[in-house]
């Protein structure tokens, strides 16, 4: 069974290169939405125009896909502002 828990864990690997912490503990994912064998995880940048977006949204897209259960898996960046106040400390 897909668990919000799973993913979150599958996630934590996703290393924000810039600052070398996870995109889960940088308090970049904002949903994660699960429907049968499917996710939709839904994401802030930490900068408007980050040069690494694509490369995020795929191994945000690769870690959940890689889940026991998950057939497919779609990442949503969200037009919000992201904040140091959602770093999980």
Not at 6 to 29: C, F, Q, R, T, Y
Not at 48 to 71: D, F, I, M, N, T
Request: negative net charge.
């Amino acid at each position: 069974m897909v668990t919000q828990e799973n993913i979150e864990k599958a996630l934590g690997k996703v290393i924000d290169p810039h600052v070398g912490m996870s995109v889960v503990d940088m308090g970049m994912i904002r949903d994660i939405a699960i429907e049968g064998n499917e996710v939709e995880v839904k994401m802030v940048l930490t900068a408007p125009g980050c040069p690494l977006a694509s490369y995020l949204v795929e191994q945000v897209r690769k870690a959940a896909e890689g889940v026991a259960g998950v057939e497919k898996a779609k990442v949503t960046l969200l037009d919000e502002p992201w904040s140091p106040a959602f770093i999980r400390r």
